[in-house]
């Protein structure tokens, strides 16, 4: 979930001279702005403190009219001459509600969640675009590493103008391993995750997931043009940026199609999803509130239905800071075409892409998204809640074993290791300490431990900004140490170039296996980084792994 602009260092060059100069008019000359040639069109960007860029081009079909709620279709040849000096339009953003609960909590917590979900703008149905950042002077033969960037926000907003790509680009001069960023834009909500039997016969479920897909056939398609290397190519994105990336290795069987050869994953990884058809509820509803439930076709009635009803229809949705929180309209769910069963599943068949990738967690992942449902106040009320949420098929015993293994001493919950602080409610790091588990530490642990010894694999866990009150090391709290850039940027960038996030200096990386499950810690203060034992909460996380393979969300 983006929300960090880094700063780039603007330097004033002040000139002198003591030379009293004639009444002439002095010459200037222009540089003139960067292009490239992509079929027979010419593509014109903007150049800006080392770095040339090329923003808003379309890479697919714009999906609206009679392709709304349709798979992505490849962009047509390009033709004639384009400006690629802005980022396109965002993708159709939910309206996210802010919860009186974070406004009790105080101004910082407010401007926190402000900032990672606060939706871009301007947006539009007609919004597949892609960006590419490089190097300035490279010659298109160059063949630099590239890195594809998936932005988060809850597969309910966000966009790929949240963050400046930029920062990557002239870090990697820097320490002399030059890369290419590229970004895109995907669907949205309803627009890119419906999910319900009409859309399982159509077969348009994980539409979103899609357009990443069909961004990565255009970077192979295209990249070379811009100087990179279409065969080195490293998927990376955080939330729920990390978890499509990671769902991408799931896909197809999990067969890469030659489209990538690593993965870089910030607190996210295949999610504990079931079947499209556990969507249907929120597909109802839609259709209720847009005025279609009338009709035989719904799918065919919602492509037809107004932008504006759609949105709102849409907007009557719960957003992950709603009562539901984590149990989401919008999860990506096995569709039985692009996803061929629930993730957890797929693991265990191990239909994993066989390349190396990086995964961690923040420490306090769920803290951000427990603020909803803070009116659980209770033991009773938290049995309630789990019982209608997550575990309506399960007995009272199996809920009960949940809230033992995450029990309601304050001191036990997250934020983890701030004591009797951080209590906004008596249910609220509890609340806390489970959501976190369950949709972030226990998929990357899950996906660890059946990925033990099979590929390259190298796990982190960054405990900083730790004094956040309430939100501790909330998910997000990580991106001002990659787009700042900070310690955690130059270990992507080697990953990319050489697919080890290590270099010569520094504390080494040990990779990860269940043998030894070694992760790098980020910490406040002195030492910065440390390696640590990946076993807390064993017990339980694997409690709750285990019930969500039986029962997925």
């Known amino acids: 979930m983006p929300f960090i602009t880094p700063q780039v260092l603007q330097v004033s060059v002040l000139l002198f001279s003591s030379v009293v100069c004639t009444s002439a008019s002095p010459t200037t000359s222009v540089a003139s702005p960067p292009t490239v040639a992509l079929d027979n069109a010419t593509f ?17 079909q714009p999906p609206i009219g009679g392709l709304r709620f349709q798979p992505t279709e490849p962009v047509s040849l390009y033709n004639g001459s384009y400006s690629a ?17 974070m406004y009790d909590a105080g101004d910082n917590v407010v401007k926190e969640v402000e900032q990672v979900y ?12 892609i960006n590419v950042i490089t190097p300035s002077n490279i010659a298109p033969g160059s063949k630099l590493p590239v890195v ?4 988060g926000g809850s597969f309910q907003v966000g966009s790929s103008s949240a963050v400046d790509g930029s920062v990557i680009v002239q870090r990697s001069i820097v ?14 909500n309803a627009f890119g995750f419906l999910a319900s039997l009409e859309v399982l016969d159509a077969e348009v479920g994980n539409l979103g997931l899609r357009d990443q897909r069909e961004a990565l056939q255009w970077v192979q398609k295209y990249i070379g043009a811009f100087g990179g290397d279409a065969s080195k190519v490293t998927m990376w994105g955080q939330g729920a940026g990390a978890a499509s990336a990671s769902l991408q290795m799931l896909a197809n069987n999990g067969s890469t199609d030659g489209l990538f050869r690593g993965a870089f994953l910030e607190s996210g990884a295949p999610v504990p999803t079931g079947h499209v058809s556990h969507g249907q509820a929120f597909y109802d509803s839609i259709v209720l509130q847009a005025g279609c439930n009338s009709t035989t076709d719904t799918l065919a009635c919602l492509r037809d239905v107004p932008l504006d009803a759609l949105e709102s229809a849409i907007n009557c949705q719960p957003s992950i800071f709603g009562y539901p929180s984590i149990i989401s309209a919008w999860l990506p769910r096995a569709d039985d075409t692009f996803l061929m069963g629930p993730p957890q599943q797929l693991i265990q068949q191990d239909s994993v892409a066989t390349i190396p990738f990086v995964i961690g967690n923040t420490d306090d992942e769920g803290t951000i998204f427990s603020f909803g449902n803070s009116n659980i106040t209770t033991d009773d009320q938290l049995h309630a809640y789990l019982k209608t949420y997550w575990a309506s098929n399960a007995t009272d015993e199996t809920v009960t ?42 998929p990357r642990r899950w996906l660890l431990s059946y990925r033990s010894g099979k590929q390259n694999m190298w796990s982190y866990l960054s405990k900083r900004s730790k004094q956040t009150p309430y939100l501790g090391s909330y998910q997000g709290s990580d991106l001002p140490n990659m787009f700042g850039p900070g310690d955690m940027t130059d270990r992507l960038i080697r990953f990319v170039a050489n697919l ?5 200096t520094g504390v080494q990386w040990p990779k990860y296996t269940t043998e030894s499950p070694n992760a790098l810690v980020f910490l ?11 076993n807390f909460r064993e017990d339980a996380i694997s409690f709750l792994m285990t019930y969500f393979r039986q029962h997925p969300i």
């Not at 339009?89 to 609960?101: E, G, H, K, N, W």
């Not at 594809?148 to 932005?151: L, T």
Request: charged share 15%.
């Open 401 to 442: 074993n949940m809230t033992t293994l995450y029990p309601g001493d304050v001191t036990q919950g997250s934020p983890f290791d701030t004591g009797s602080k951080n209590a906004l409610t008596p249910k609220y790091k509890q609340l806390a300490a489970l959501q976190g588990d369950a949709m972030f530490h226990g």
């Open 118 to 129: 606060t939706a871009a703008s301007p947006s539009s149905e007609d919004c597949l675009s």
């Open 85 to 101: 000096t802005e980022y396109g339009p965002s993708c159709i953003q939910q309206a996210v509600d802010i919860p009186q609960s």
């Open 500 to 504: 080890d996030p290590n270099d010569i």
């Open 175 to 188: 320490i002399d391993e030059p890369v290419i960023y590229v970004s895109m834009n995907y669907r949205l």
């Open 524 to 534: 406040d203060g002195e030492p910065s980084q440390d390696i640590e034992q990946d």
């Open 148 to 151: 594809v960037w998936f932005h």
């Open 44 to 60: 014109i960007g903007v150049a800006s403190a080392g770095v040339n860029k090329f923003l808003g081009i379309p890479y697919a």
